[in-house]
């Protein structure tokens, strides 16, 4: 596996209440990831980091909000945690800049908000 | 409207049996497709990738196919294993902005 992981990988949070998530990396890539994963979708961008303090918005960015202080870590924060946010959340990296460049995935964040 | 469209959606095979899966895409321009293999309860691990100039790509028992003109891939498994039981992601990447477009995932069952 790409030295990826997310913490923690499981939570129940209840709503209303503040939730961060870590992605930590150690390969160095440039681009990072957040997607949400649930039922009948395929896994959908929340937000991206294409470098330190670079962030941009992915297609299921309300409610979501992330920062990227140094290359190793982006973290994904639910400022106040709704019952809509319980999905499972993976964390991707990649290298841009070659036609064949990889996506790595972590193990997931499996969350519940009750 | 999804840009990535994978089928059929799930399918039950015998241990031994081959199956292709289907996947057809409108992004362009496309840097690259990707198939992806996810188990249950684990993240996605990529099983191939191929450029818009390559037409055919293995990993094992997996082949990859691409028909960059009529915009569609097919990933075909021979002679399938009971760990071969997962979901099957196909992704295209962008070329303007390296972004990703999934697809919904074909849910394979292998069953002895």
């Known amino acids: 596996d790409a030295g990826i992981t997310q913490s923690p990988r499981h939570k129940v949070t209840e709503t209303g209440t503040p939730v961060t998530l870590r992605c930590h990396q150690t390969?160095?890539?440039?681009?990072m990831y957040w997607y949400r994963q649930d039922p009948g979708h395929g896994l959908r961008l929340i937000h991206y980091?294409?470098?330190?303090?670079?962030?941009d918005k992915g297609e299921v960015s309300d409610g979501y909000s992330v920062s990227r202080s140094k290359t190793e870590d982006f973290l994904l924060t639910l400022e106040s945690a709704t019952s809509s946010q319980t999905s499972v959340y993976f964390c991707?990296?990649?290298?841009?800049?070659?036609?064949?460049?990889?996506?790595?995935f972590g193990q997931g964040t499996r969350l519940t908000v009750v | 409207k999804n840009q990535v469209e994978q089928s059929p959606q799930s399918l039950i095979i015998l241990e031994g049996k081959n199956c292709t899966l289907q996947c057809n895409y409108t992004v362009s321009p496309f840097s690259n497709l990707r198939w992806y293999k996810q188990d249950t309860g684990r993240g996605p691990v990529s099983l191939t990738i191929?450029?818009?100039?390559?037409n055919t790509k293995s990993n094992g028992r997996y082949t990859a196919t691409l028909d960059a003109d009529t915009k569609q891939s097919s990933l075909h498994i021979t002679a399938s294993q009971l760990s071969d039981s997962a979901s099957y992601i196909c992704v295209v990447s962008a070329r303007e902005d390296n972004r990703l477009a999934f697809g919904k995932g074909n849910q394979v069952v292998v069953i002895p």
């Open positions: 191929m450029t818009f100039s390559e």
């Open positions: 991707a990296i990649s290298e841009p800049g070659q036609a064949n460049t990889e996506a790595f």
């Open positions: 390969e160095n890539h440039r681009y």
């Open positions: 980091s294409y470098g330190v303090k670079d962030t």
